[in-house]
């Protein structure tokens, strides 16, 4: 027998080991739709039990927004539930194309191409548009699926530190002789809520003949005056070549990716990104829910101007209670806390305050940066954003971290 009880032992006890030393994911289930407010089974066999939902990427409170569940079900009647195909066999609709376009003209960009997730989206997009002249010079903190499709192409991939400009120009020197150059970051860092400074990575671009490409994902709906993304917010929408992103985080949040961009390297993208020809195509209920989405959007800022109003409360409320927030402006709001168990278990501690949020550690952030990572939401009202800052007062208070910058809290509670 392969899997013999010696096996067994062996990922049983790595399991425990990761129990012990309290960093082991839980279960917990939803038995609600996606909202500021959510019922959620925790423990696992435990009564469904209400509260605030403050880490999910339901950024513009769209996940179940009855214009958008009015236009999935449109969708499912006019066009059917799947498409058993891949795109370019039989797999795309007309709705397909106009998705593409609605996503174009929203983001100012020439052309875009529809993918079952922005994880697919990234990894096709590198091996479609670069060989082995070629080089990436990634920031060090990418998104994960971003590293993944840089290692399945075959340019030569030089890494520059987190949004150092003087290092990326040095990187951007060193690789002048290279056919082609290509600058990749995170509009927003998931796990920091930064924004990379786009700007000077365009004019960088100008001055050594490279190309951008930025991913999007936790930008695109609220992101700039008009919520478009980072490339509004620093003024620089017709100088990124290339802009991936995710419908699953603020655009309704349910699945599906996109490559938008130079309209050659969109095309490019449709001859021979792996993902795109070999995986299937994206349900015209998810595609006809994002046009919604999109069309609301460019019809009203109201969602993103909220949220933004929302996200100062909270980071404001915060500052005031004495919790070591990292500074910024955008929705994602790290609360630093850089030992695991302590994020864990005061994570756990919100829960019994009725506040759902999860404490983020190593491998998802580096080693010593544990915290626990709230999002905000235009579907937050203020009496849940005061709520949440209320238990975030009394846990911190109960570990006795209120007050304390890093070294305070590193020499309580080690990292
Ligand atoms: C969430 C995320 C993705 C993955 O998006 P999916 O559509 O869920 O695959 C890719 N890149 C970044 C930066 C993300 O935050």
Redesign the pocket.
Known sequence: MAYSDSTRQVYSDEIAAIKEKGLFKEKRFICSPQAAEIEVEYPEGAACEKVLNFCA?NYLGLSSHPEVIKSAHAGLDARGYGMSSVRFICGTQDVHRELQDKVSAFLATEDTLLFP????A?AGVFEAVLGKKDVIIPDKLI?A??IDGIRLCRAERDIFEHMDMKHLRKKLELHRDKRRRLIVT?GVF?MDGDLCPLDEMCDLADEFDAMVLV?D??ATGFIGKTGRGVHEHFGVMDRVDII?T????ALGGA???CVSGRSELVELCRQKARPYLFSNSLSPVIVSATISVIDLLSRTTERRDKLESNTTRFREGMKKVGLSIREGVTPIVPVMLYNAKLANDMARDMYAEGIYVIGFFFPVVPEGQARIRVQLSAAHENEHIDKCVAAFKKVGNKYGVLGLDKKGIIEKYGT
């Open positions: 990427n997730s922005c994880m697919d990234n998104h699926s971003l995170d998931s991913d994902s936790h991936t995710t419908f699953g985080k699945s599906g990716g």
